[in-house]
């Protein structure tokens, strides 16, 4: 059973930067696929950023592309997502998750983003983007 816990939430100002991190316990960080979605309450849960298992393919949604940047530590069995120039439309509770899957978040799927195609989850870690 895969375990994730986020971490990094927190209140930051417009323009800052702020980097969430998310820990996997139980499986390698090398089977997964992983992915990044936020949700804001009353709202749909949106994907934001993937990483296929592979760790050479990744994905963006349009609304943070350039800004925000996936990556990964094997050591420490750990993703992370860096997020710059932080606009106040950036509020959300996000959410790492995981899939075991060779497929999704690369060119052979278009279902990254759709949180019904990953398996497991994180708590959340709230991020506020507030002058």
């Known amino acids: 059973q895969v375990q994730l816990v986020e971490s990094g939430g927190t209140v930051v100002q417009p323009g800052g930067s702020l980097t969430l991190s998310c820990v996997l316990s139980?499986?390698?960080?090398?089977?997964?696929?992983m992915g990044w979605f936020r949700q804001v309450s009353g709202k749909e849960r949106e994907g934001v950023s993937c990483l296929s298992n592979s760790h050479d393919t990744t994905y963006y949604a349009d609304s943070v592309q350039g800004r925000f940047t996936i990556s990964s530590h094997n050591a420490r069995n750990t993703v992370y997502l860096q997020m710059n120039n932080l606009r106040p439309e950036d509020t959300a509770n996000y959410y790492c998750a995981a899939e075991n899957s060779s497929i999704l978040c690369t060119p052979k799927s278009t279902h990254h983003f759709d949180p019904d195609y990953w398996a497991s989850w994180g708590q959340g870690t709230q991020v506020t983007v507030s002058s």
């Open positions: 139980e499986v390698t960080l090398d089977q997964y696929t």
